[in-house]
């Protein structure tokens, strides 16, 4: 059961990761105003999407429930609560500055997603680390 809780962990920490640098991919690719950061992004994420299709033990993985719950958590973390801040936050420093220096919204978007993500992961190691003193605890006595 806990391998399965980490391999969850593991695989919803890559999966949020990934969608992170699409999302930095699309903030590259208005600064250069280039689409190649974003096609290759979107290449790699096909590839990625291809294979856990495909691989049966994957597909198999991927439709369990702690690997759902995870995902569920990991999307908090990197999509709803990033999207819904960046828009506050965009709108509160518009009547602070006004806009004569304001920061692109993917660009806050990104920022919060990134100190999201890194919570959701950090917030995994540390329940790990208690969970393995709690064993090795068990065990010794």
Do not use: C
């Amino acid at each position: 059961m806990q391998n399965v809780r980490r391999y969850a962990d593991i695989l919803t920490s890559i999966e949020g990761l990934m969608w992170l640098a699409l999302a930095w991919s699309v903030s590259a690719s208005t600064h250069r105003g280039s689409t190649e950061p974003t096609i290759a992004m979107l290449f790699v994420v096909g590839t990625l999407l291809l294979f856990s299709w495909a691989h049966k033990p994957m597909r198999f993985l991927l439709r369990r429930y702690h690997v759902r719950k995870r995902r569920t958590d990991m999307w908090i973390h990197t999509l709803a609560l990033p999207l819904l801040l960046a828009m506050l936050l965009h709108i509160l420093l518009e009547a602070l500055l006004g806009r004569a220096w304001l920061p692109p919204k993917i660009l806050v978007f990104n920022l919060l997603a990134t100190a999201g993500w890194l919570t959701y992961v950090m917030t995994l190691f540390i329940k790990f680390i208690i969970h393995s003193v709690k064993t090795s605890r068990a065990h010794s006595h």
